[in-house]
């Protein structure tokens, strides 16, 4: 059975940063993104990463301030949110997909969600 977990969301000023985990189990070799929906929009990419963890990806609204990154001995996703900004405020997602993509028909698992609201 395939469970993925998020934790790390929470509120934080502008400018600051947070941290968020995706606990994954039951899926095996799987490239791992990040996905986030803010209220009245469509769910968007933030960020990918291959199963090796060597090759990483980003929209460019995040590129600079976001990494993706992962640690497959635990096997869990994270993403480091520096830099914050309000128009970051969403519910964020991963999701496991065969290969990384920033596409959301790619994706065959999701979590959740959880919430981060950046405040200004």
């Known amino acids: 059975q395939v469970q993925l977990v998020e934790s790390g969301g929470g509120l934080v000023q502008a400018g600051g940063s947070l941290r968020l985990s995706c606990a994954a189990s039951?899926?095996?070799?799987?490239?791992m993104g990040w996905f986030r929906q803010a209220p009245g929009k469509e769910r968007e990419f933030v960020a990918a990463?291959?199963?090796?963890?060597?090759?990483?990806y980003y929209a460019d609204s995040v590129k600079g301030r976001f990494t993706i990154s992962r640690d497959n001995a635990k096997n869990t996703v994270y993403l480091q949110m520096n830099s914050l900004k309000p128009e970051d405020t969403s519910v964020y997602s991963c999701?496991?997909?065969?290969?990384?993509?920033?596409?959301?028909?790619?994706?065959?698992?999701w979590g959740q969600g959880t919430q981060v609201t950046v405040s200004s």
């Open positions: 990463i291959t199963w090796s963890g060597g090759s990483t």
């Open positions: 999701a496991a997909a065969r290969r990384p993509s920033g596409k959301v028909v790619e994706y065959d698992y």
């Open positions: 039951g899926v095996s070799r799987y490239a």
